[in-house]
């Protein structure tokens, strides 16, 4: 199969994810054993509570493993230092922006920040990026506005700006698609897949948008209680995994529409 053939950019060996208190430990899901391929765009779903942002902190060193291993480019996660990292992954959270006072321009060039020096100086090299990526992402025409004066899809797609600019072959997002109307949320999972593919970058992203998902992403993780799943749509079409996320009393998969409808 031609994804097995490519570069594994990150790798699960075993995780347990959760968290620990001094009371208490709590395992959020475990047995965790995932592969994700250069140039791939996969899409993290599972119902709310289930741990998809767990599951991405803890792939991206915000939080500790309760057990096992993640490996990005083959080196365990644990001997990355923070500076390695942030030029191998960029996170986009969706959490507010604290830097809304910011140009558009401003916020996209913080991206350059792991390769400038102390005082944070642009090259023409950095500029060059940081123009790229607003063209990638296509907000050149409001590259001068301040980021508060922006609508929720305008800022999404600031946030995956600031991403590219950072120059990493991995990015992941945390349900970039929140608050967006459904063609703004067909919008920028499409400029997730062609990013993906043109630039050959890995894009891993958490949603609740499982039908767009499904036409879009190479492979899926399909969360549910006890299980962690990966595999091209089509394959976790057929091997029932999307029935399996949510109680059947009010809505049902269709495997022939690849889609949920309600149960009247
Ligand atoms: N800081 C924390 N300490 C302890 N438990 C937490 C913490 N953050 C989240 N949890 C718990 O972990 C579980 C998974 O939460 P998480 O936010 O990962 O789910 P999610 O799948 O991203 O949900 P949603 O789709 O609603 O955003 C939940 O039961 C939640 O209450």
Not at 145 to 166: H, N, P, T, Y
Not at 206 to 229: F, N
């Amino acid at each position: 199969m031609e994804n097995n053939e490519q570069h594994i950019i990150l790798k699960t060996k075993n995780l347990s994810i959760g968290y620990v208190s001094k009371k208490a430990q709590t395992v959020i899901a475990s047995g965790i054993n995932i592969e994700l391929h250069q140039g791939e765009l996969v899409g993290l779903v599972g119902a709310n509570g289930i741990g998809k942002s767990t599951l991405l902190r803890t792939l991206t060193k915000v939080q500790n493993p309760i057990k096992g291993q993640v490996f990005i480019n083959n080196k365990p996660l644990e001997k990355q230092s923070a500076l390695d990292l942030a030029k191998i992954l960029s996170l986009v959270l969706t959490e507010k922006l604290i830097s809304k006072n910011l140009s558009v321009f401003e916020l996209v060039a913080l991206g350059r920040q792991p390769y400038t020096n102390w005082v944070g100086n642009l090259t023409s090299e950095d500029i060059f990026i940081v123009n790229q990526a607003l063209e990638q992402t296509h907000i050149e025409d409001i590259k001068h506005k301040k980021c508060f004066e922006l609508s929720d899809g305008q800022l999404q797609k600031v946030m995956i700006a600031r991403a590219l600019s950072q120059d990493t072959n991995l990015i992941i997002l945390d349900e970039p698609t929140t608050h967006l109307d459904m063609y703004h949320k067909a919008y920028i999972l499409k400029l997730l897949k062609k990013l993906a593919k043109e630039t050959g970058k890995t894009i891993l992203f958490s949603s609740h948008e499982i039908d767009l998902a499904i036409q879009l992403c190479d492979s899926m993780i399909v969360m549910t209680k006890g299980h962690v799943e990966i595999d091209q749509p089509c394959n976790l079409i057929q091997s029932g995994a999307f029935e399996k996320l949510f109680p059947k009393d009010l809505i049902a998969f269709d495997e022939t529409t690849g889609s949920f409808r309600i149960k009247k």
